[in-house]
């Protein structure tokens, strides 16, 4: 099975502080995304990255910027966390090759609290 | 501008019937098709997913049907589960250029027992 492992469940942070969400996949899979979730708005894709050191924006790049220094992590910063920017942080991982390449494989969520 | 969506926001099935869930498309380069399941406080979970060479694929009590003319394809849970209550997410993807996913906004979906 793939896993995908977030390191935090649930944060709390101070408007203005600098955050790290951290996120390993165990299954060598080329591409991996965070996305965030948010009611009514679905799943937005925030960044992804297709190789190590590459990454692209999303939709919502905005106050947000990321490091893939290997192929298995996948980290999301938060530069300056704003209240705006309380969500569901998910982070993902899909193959890149074969049948299903395309298939993306979830985290259980980073759930943050910016006050 | 959404190249995926759920127009149903929400949709309540009694037990043991039928639960249909609807997706339409805009991009006529999409070419695979996803859907997912998600509880609360968990990421989504990958359910079952179909090929645009296809129009149907089963996967137990859960059929994906596509219907490239019209753009649309739907999800069938038969029969439905208290445990089937969840949101569920359709998903696209396209043959070329990234290798991410377009997401729909969801559709909530309450078995009632």
């Known amino acids: 099975d793939v896993k995908v492992t977030q390191s935090s469940r649930y944060l709390v942070k101070r408007t203005g502080e600098k955050v790290f969400l951290e996120c390993v996949q165990d299954?060598?899979?080329?591409?991996m995304f965070w996305y965030r979730q948010d009611p009514g708005l679905g799943l937005r894709l925030i960044y992804f990255?297709?190789?190590?050191?590459?990454?692209e924006k999303g939709d919502i790049p905005e106050g947000y910027s990321v490091s893939r220094e290997k192929k298995e992590r996948f980290s999301l910063i938060l530069e300056s966390a704003s209240t705006n920017q309380t969500s569901m942080y998910l982070c993902a991982s899909s193959p890149g090759t074969g049948g299903k390449r395309n298939t993306i494989y979830f985290g259980e969520g980073s759930w943050l609290t910016v006050v | 501008d959404q190249q995926v969506k759920q127009n149903s926001p929400s949709l309540s099935v009694q037990e043991g019937r039928i639960s249909i869930l609807n997706c339409d498309y805009t991009?006529?380069?999409?070419?695979?098709f996803l859907w997912y399941k998600k509880y609360p406080a968990e990421g989504p979970t990958f359910l079952i997913s179909?090929?645009?060479?296809?129009d149907k694929n089963e996967d137990g009590r859960f059929t994906v049907f596509l219907n490239k003319s019209a753009k649309h394809l739907s999800l069938h849970i038969v029969p439905s589960q208290p445990g089937d209550s969840a949101v569920y997410f359709c998903a696209a993807s396209a043959k070329t250029g990234a290798n991410n996913l377009f997401f729909g906004t969801g559709t909530r979906l309450t078995v009632i027992p």
């Open positions: 990255s297709y190789d190590v050191k590459m990454k």
């Open positions: 299954m060598d899979h080329e591409n």
């Open positions: 179909i090929s645009s060479i296809k």
């Open positions: 991009n006529s380069m999409f070419d695979y």
